[in-house]
C-alpha cells in the first residue's frame, strides 16, 4: 500500500536513525507532502530556534500521489525554518527523486542536529545509510549527483544535493535534483549546509501498491487529456515558462532596474521567440506529458557548449529586467550559474538589481564593490557578482546575506530600496496594477511569493460566469468576484482560495502547472478525490481535501505567529503605495495601490479565513479544522495525534 | 449580434471599447469583422500563420471554445470572451 511508507527521524549528531508510521488520521488531516511537513516542523522545533543550528529540521517528503498513477506525481517538498526569513521555510521541487524515495519507503524525513563532517543519506529497501561525504564536499549540484551514482554504482539513483552556495550558507541557496530542478525559495540549501548533510540519496525497489491499478490507468488517462488539451499547456509545450514573458513585459508588469521602472525596452533578444531558437528539445519531470522545461547549450562566450536546462520566466526576470541587462546570453549563463551553484535565481537577482540600484544612488560606491561597475545592464558584472555570491567573495559576502541582514550590514538607509516581503525578495512582476496580485504577495506564509496564493489567471479577463464556477468549489462562495485585474472587490476570496488550493497540491504532490495556476480547466478537487481513491484507497470528499489543504496552509500562519510575525508583516514595501508605474499599456501605467484600499483588503481576507484583525485564527476556526489541541497562548497545534 | 468581450490588455486597439458587436456564424468570421474595425488587433489575436495567437484563448458562452476555436459556429445572442494567457505574471 502507497499508504505504508514512514517517517524516518534522522539525528546527524549521534547518528540515530528511527522510524514511524503515518497514521490514517495523519493523513486525512493533512494528506502528506507541505502539509505534514507543517506538522512536523511545529511540533520538532522549539519556539526561536535557530535556522541554521542543529535544532532546526531539514524536512523532505513525497506527496501524497507522489510515484502513483497519477499525472504530474512528481513533487518533492523541503522544508525547515527558514534562514532568509525566520518564518516558514518551505520550497517544491519536480524531477524525479520523490517517486524514488517512496520506492525505497519513506514519505517524510525530519533530518536534525549537525553532523561532525560532511555526509550524505542513502535511502534504499527501507533503510537509510549515513555515508561520509568529505570527498563530495566543494563539488557542483551536478558533479555530486554522478559522483554518488558512481560511488554506489546505479545509474538510476536519483539525489537531492546542495552546491558551494549551500555549503557557504548562502541564505537563499537551494536544494536541488537533476540537472535544474530547484527546491528554490527560502533558504533550505544554507540549513544542509549548517548540517554539513551534501546530499540525500534514494533508489527504490518497493512496490508502490496502487489501490486499484486499472481505474487508476483509465482515469489517469482522462486526466492527461484534460491538461494536455487545454490552451494554455500547448503553449508551455512549446516555450515553457518563459512564454509569460513576452506579453507582461510588453504590457508594463515587469520591474525593471530593482523597481524603478515597469518594462524592459529593447529586449527582443530575451522575448520567449528568441530564447526558443536556442532551445534543442524539452524535458520534464516523472509521469508528465507537458515537458515545459527547455533544453539548450550555450552559443557564445567563455561559457560556450556548455549544456543547461530552462532559462525559466524567473530568470529572464532576475538576469535580465531587473538588472537592465538585454542580453539573452546573460539570461542562458546566470541560469546555468545558479544551477550549479545551486542557489534561487531569484533572490540572486533581486539582491544583484538592489545592490545595483545601491550604486546608482552612490550608496555602495567602487570601494565597497572591488572595483566592480554596477551600472545597470552590465553583463559581465552580473555574471561576476552571481559567483562571487557563490563563494561569498568581497561584496558577494554581504549579497548573500537575505535581504534585511545585508541592508543592515550596508546600512546608510540601504533598506528602502529593497523590493521584499517578510524578508524575502519579490518575484519580477510590478503587481502595483494589480491589487489580488499585490495582497497574494504581502500576506503570504513564506514572504513574497507568488507561488503560495496568486491568483494568476487574474490577469485572463475570463468570462465572470467561469470564475464564479471556479472561486465557489467546493466551499460555496456568493460574494464579489470580477475579472477586471484592476478592481480591489473580491480579490481577497480569491487569494485565500489560491492559498488553500496550491497548498493542497503541494500535499499531494502535484505540479502547480496542472491546476488553476495556469488554466481554468485544469484538474482541482473533484479529480483529486478521485485520483487519491483509487491510487491510495482513501475516501475523502473535495470538501475534506480542501480542508486538509486549508489545515496545512493555517498551521504555516501558526507557525510565523509562534515565531514573532504580527499583521504589521503583511505589507508592501511603500514604492508599491509611493510611487505609480510609470510606463506600460495605459491599462497599467500610473498605477499603485492604495493604501486604503489595501488595508481593507487585508481585513477581508482576515475574516475570509476567520482570523482575528490582528491575524491570529480563531478558536473557533481552529477547533473546526481539528487543530485545538490548545495551549496556554490559545494557538498551539501540535501533539494532535 | 454576437457580442465580442475585449480584455483589458486589448482596449489600447479598440479605443477603449469593451465589447463589439460582430455578425457571422462562425467564431472565425466574428474575429475578423473584430480585425477589420481594429486593424490594430490583428498581431494580438492571430498568429502569422492565421492562427489564433499561442497568448489568447477563446471562449464561446463561457466555455473554451479551443482548439478548432475559428471553425466553431455561431448563433445571434452568442458572446464571445478573448482571452489573455497571462499566467503567473
Ligand atoms: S509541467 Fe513542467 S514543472 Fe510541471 S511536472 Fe511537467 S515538466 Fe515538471
Redesign the pocket.
Known amino acids: 500500500m502507497s499508504l505504508s511508507r514512514k517517517i524516518a527521524f534522522v539525528d546527524l549528531t549521534t547518528g540515530k536513525i528511527e522510524t514511524k508510521p503515518i497514521s490514517k488520521e495523519l493523513r486525512r488531516k493533512f494528506l502528506g507532502g507541505r502539509g505534514l511537513d507543517m506538522y512536523l516542523l511545529y511540533k520538532h522545533t522549539k519556539p526561536g530556534v535557530d535556522p541554521l543550528g542543529p535544532d532546526n529540521v531539514a524536512l523532505i517528503s513525497a506527496g501524497l500521489l507522489v510515484g502513483t498513477l497519477a499525472s ?1 506525481s ?2 518533492t517538498h523541503v522544508g525547515g525554518k527558514s534562514p532568509l526569513t525566520g518564518y516558514v521555510g518551505s520550497a517544491n521541487v ?2 524525479f527523486f520523490g517517486p524514488e524515495m517512496r520506492l525505497a519507503g519513506f514519505d517524510h524525513l525530519v533530518i536534525r542536529g549537525k553532523a561532525e563532517k560532511p555526509v550524505y543519506l542513502y535511502l534504499h529497501d527501507d533503510e537509510i545509510e549515513i555515508r561520509d561525504a568529505e570527498h563530495l564536499w566543494g563539488t557542483d549540484t551536478r558533479d555530486v549527483q554522478d559522483l554518488i551514482r558512481q560511488e554506489l554504482a546505479d545509474d538510476d539513483i536519483q539525489s537531492l544535493c546542495i552546491g558551494q552556495a549551500g555549503e557557504n550558507l548562502v541564505k537563499y541557496a537551494c536544494i536541488r535534483t537533476s540537472i535544474k ?1 530547484a527546491a528554490g525559495r527560502t533558504g533550505i540549501g544554507a540549513i544542509w549546509g549548517s548540517k554539513n548533510l551534501k546530499a540525500v540519496a534514494a533508489k527504490g525497489m518497493r512496490d508502490i501498491g496502487i489501490a486499484q491499478p486499472k481505474e487508476a490507468l483509465a482515469y489517469n488517462k482522462e486526466i492527461i487529456n484534460q491538461v494536455t488539451s487545454a490552451k494554455v ?1 500547448k503553449t ?1 509545450q512549446k516555450l ?2 518563459p512564454f509569460i514573458w513576452g506579453v507582461t513585459n510588453s504590457t508594463g508588469l515587469v520591474r525593471t532596474r530593482n523597481f524603478q521602472l515597469n518594462q524592459l525596452v529593447n529586449a527582443d533578444d530575451i522575448e520567449p521567440e528568441s530564447i526558443e531558437e536556442d532551445l534543442v528539445g ?12 527547455g533544453k539548450y547549450f550555450i552559443k557564445e562566450g567563455p561559457y560556450k557548449g556548455t549544456y543547461d536546462e530552462g532559462p525559466e520566466y524567473t530568470s529572464q526576470g532576475a538576469f535580465g529586467a531587473e538588472v537592465g541587462c538585454t542580453s539573452k546570453n546573460t539570461v542562458l549563463v546566470c541560469n546555468h550559474l545558479v544551477n550549479y551553484y545551486g542557489m534561487d535565481n531569484l533572490e540572486t537577482g533581486s539582491m544583484i538589481s538592489w545592490a545595483m540600484e545601491l550604486f546608482e544612488k552612490g550608496i555602495l560606491t567602487l570601494e565597497d564593490t572591488g572595483g566592480l561597475d554596477l551600472t545597470w545592464g552590465n553583463d559581465e558584472t552580473v555574471i561576476e557578482l552571481v559567483h562571487k555570491i557563490a563563494k561569498r567573495e568581497g561584496i558577494g559576502d554581504i549579497l548573500a546575506d537575505s535581504p534585511l541582514e545585508a541592508a543592515a550590514r550596508i546600512g546608510k538607509d540601504s533598506e528602502r530600496y529593497l523590493v521584499h516581503v517578510k524578508g524575502m525578495s519579490n518575484l519580477h512582476s510590478d503587481e502595483r496594477p494589480t491589487p489580488a496580485l499585490a495582497l497574494n504577495i504581502a500576506v503570504s506564509s513564506r514572504g513574497s511569493d507568488h507561488l503560495r496564493g496568486r491568483p494568476a489567471i487574474d490577469l485572463y479577463h475570463l468570462p465572470e460566469k467561469v470564475l464564479r464556477q471556479i472561486y465557489s468549489n467546493p466551499i460555496p462562495y456568493d460574494g464579489p468576484l470580477t475579472s477586471d485585474y484592476r478592481d480591489y472587490e473580491g480579490k481577497p476570496w480569491q487569494v485565500m482560495w489560491q492559498e488553500h488550493l496550491y497548498s493542497t497540491v503541494d500535499c499531494l504532490g ?5 491546476t488553476v495556476f495556469l488554466g481554468p480547466n485544469m484538474p482541482a478537487y473533484e479529480e483529486w478525490a478521485n485520483l487519491i481513491r483509487l491510487n491510495t484507497g482513501l475516501e475523502l470528499t473535495p470538501e475534506e481535501i480542501y480542508r486538509a489543504g486549508e489545515r496545512g496552509y493555517t498551521l504555516e500562519r501558526l507557525f510565523n505567529i509562534r515565531e514573532g510575525m504580527t499583521r504589521e508583516d503583511d505589507k508592501l514595501v511603500d514604492r508599491y503605495h509611493d510611487e505609480p508605474t510609470p510606463l506600460g499599456l495605459p491599462v497599467v501605467r500610473g498605477r499603485f495601490i492604495d493604501r486604503d484600499k489595501f488595508k481593507i483588503m487585508v481585513d477581508e481576507y482576515y475574516a475570509h479565513h476567520e482570523w482575528d484583525e490582528n491575524g491570529v485564527p480563531t478558536r473557533e476556526k481552529l477547533e473546526a479544522l481539528s487543530l485545538n489541541t490548545l495551549d496556554k497562548s490559545g494557538s498551539e497545534p501540535s501533539n494532535l495525534v | 449580434m454576437i457580442t465580442i468581450h475585449i480584455p483589458l490588455i486589448l482596449r489600447h486597439l479598440s479605443d477603449d471599447a469593451e465589447t463589439f458587436q460582430v455578425e457571422g456564424s462562425t467564431v472565425g468570421q466574428c474575429l475578423e469583422e473584430l480585425v477589420k474595425a481594429f486593424p490594430g488587433m490583428q498581431a494580438s489575436i492571430f498568429s502569422k500563420k492565421g492562427e489564433i495567437h499561442h497568448l489568447i484563448e477563446i471562449f464561446l458562452n463561457s466555455k473554451t471554445a479551443h482548439p478548432d476555436e475559428l471553425r466553431r459556429p455561431t448563433v445571434d445572442g452568442d458572446e464571445i470572451h478573448v482571452v489573455t494567457l497571462l499566467s503567473g505574471g
Open positions: 504530474a512528481s513533487r519536480g524531477g530542478n499547456s508551455m515553457g515558462t524539452t524535458a520534464g519531470c516523472f509521469a508528465c506529458q507537458v515537458h515545459c522545461r502535484i505540479c502547480k502547472y496542472h
